[in-house]
Nanobody
Framework: QVQLVESGGGLAQPGGSLRLSCAASGSVVRRNDMAWYRQPPGKQREKVATITRGGNSNYADSVKGRFTISRDNAKNTVYLQLNSLKPEDTAVYYC???????????????WGQGTQVTVSS
């Protein structure tokens, strides 16, 4: 059973920064393409960023230029650096392995508990 543990969320002011971490069991990160998703209150979960095993990254338009996804295979951890935060970034953030099928990414396995990010003054 793959375990994903997200951490690093909290309360930030608009314009502030946070760094999220996702620690996975086994060699999940090393063996998979990974992604961060988020679920704003009352809305559906949406994909924020992906990073391939080769280190290629891709971002949702809403976070491009502000968020950075990275990975440390040796630590089996994926990170999401959140800069220039906006109130609309408020959400629960999740990481998960993903696979691409017909040019679309699909989450694989079970979701972790996520980490809450709240952006407010």
């Amino acid at each position: 059973q793959v375990q994903l543990v997200e951490s690093g969320g909290g309360l930030a002011q608009p314009g502030g920064s946070l760094r999220l971490s996702c620690a996975a069991s086994g060699s999940v990160v090393r063996r998979n393409d990974m992604a961060w998703y988020r679920q704003p209150p009352g809305k559906q979960r949406e994909k924020v960023a992906t990073i391939t095993r080769g280190g290629n990254s891709n971002y949702a338009d809403s976070v491009k230029g502000r968020f950075t996804i990275s990975r440390d295979n040796a630590k089996n951890t994926v990170y999401l650096q959140l800069n220039s935060l906006k109130p609309e970034d408020t959400a629960v953030y999740y990481c998960i392995p993903v696979v691409m099928y017909r040019d679309k990414w699909y989450p694989q396995g079970s979701w972790g508990q996520g980490t809450q990010v709240t952006v407010s003054s």
